[in-house]
């Protein structure tokens, strides 16, 4: 391909001393391109895009019918809706050498290097249905059109932004407020890898179950997914901010409710942001804390909130 000086930004339009278009420098999008940089996560180079010079003869019957051209994962939603992940409904953490010998599976595993540790299972979950147990170490994942399967590599299965975090010196829990959260970050590498593979998408999923018993290594199983999306997350939960009282509350989701032992039908709005100075900080409620009940009313939801102090204000009440 022809590769432009390194002078050149993209996106750029190159033309001829006559004015005619000679082509573009954009960044090229090849085939099972999020899968790809998925896979290489964490190294330096492989996450820069490919960049080239397309000729006008390439690109003549892309700019002549774009519509047939459209990429078909790219679609219109709301900003709720785009927030929203696939699942695979499970928690992990990474396998390592020590794990790897003690389980007696070193072999799938390559001596410890590759494989995710399942930890917990969510109630409802695509994973529960399909059997998958604690303790069961995922390995790979097949997905339609790759040429060989994607390695679930340990050193991507403990940090939600693939070892920046380790190289910057901070996590986003410490950015949340006096609280840390004890519920999972759900934009999590398996996550990222089920988005970009796409939902309604079906891939195959290899895992091995050790068992403390068995004197032989175990054997490794396969199991087909239809990749489904999951419920409302933290992250994309319905909402609702004050700004009389200085704080943003949200919906109880799942991880939520399963990070904190609550019973489904629990009571509860999880305080997403206290804003500085406000009246909410200076009674001591912080950002990550529940708020069960408000006026002795039991809350479901950040609109009932909403509607409740609504109520209080019309009926006169301050406090």
């Not at 078909?72 to 390592?96: C, D, L, S």
Request: overall charge positive; some cysteine; aromatic content about 8%.
């Amino acid at each position: 391909h022809w590769y432009a000086a390194m002078e050149i930004r993209p996106p750029s339009l190159l033309v001829k001393f006559d004015g005619k278009l000679a082509g573009l420098y954009v960044q090229q999008r090849i085939e099972h391109e999020e899968e790809r940089r998925l896979e290489m996560a964490g190294s330096y180079y492989s996450a820069r895009p490919e960049v080239r010079i397309f000729t006008a003869s390439e690109i003549r019957d892309v700019l002549a019918k774009p519509a047939e051209h459209a990429d078909p994962k790219i679609k219109v939603t709301t900003a709720t809706e785009a927030k929203r992940h696939a699942w695979f409904g499970v928690e992990y953490v990474p396998v390592n050498k020590d794990l790897a010998e003690q389980f007696k599976v070193e072999k799938p595993t390559k001596d410890g290097q590759q494989g995710f540790i399942v930890n917990a299972v969510y109630s409802g979950s695509p994973a529960e249905k399909l059997g998958i147990r604690e303790g069961d170490i995922l390995l790979r994942i097949e997905a339609p059109g790759r040429p060989y399967p994607i390695e679930l590599n340990a050193r991507l299965a403990g940090d939600d932004r693939y070892g920046y975090s380790r190289w910057y010196g901070f996590d986003d829990e410490e950015r949340l407020g006096p609280l840390s959260p004890t519920w999972k970050n759900r934009k999590n590498f398996l996550t990222r890898l089920l988005d970009a593979v796409g939902v309604g998408k079906k891939v195959k999923i290899t895992f091995c179950r050790p068992d403390d018993e068995q004197e032989t290594p175990p054997k490794t199983q396969t199991l087909e997914y239809t990749i489904e999306q999951a419920p409302q997350d933290l992250e994309s939960a319905p909402r609702w901010q004050n700004r009389k009282l200085g704080l943003t509350v949200k919906n109880m989701t799942y991880e939520v409710r399963h990070a904190l032992n609550l019973a489904a039908d629990a009571p509860g709005v999880i305080l997403a942001k206290i804003e500085p100075g406000s009246p909410t900080l200076i009674a001591r409620i912080f950002p990550n804390e529940i708020i069960t009940h408000l006026g002795g009313t039991p809350l479901t939801s950040a609109r009932q909130m909403r509607d409740l102090v609504a109520a209080a204000h019309k009926a006169g009440k301050k406090k």
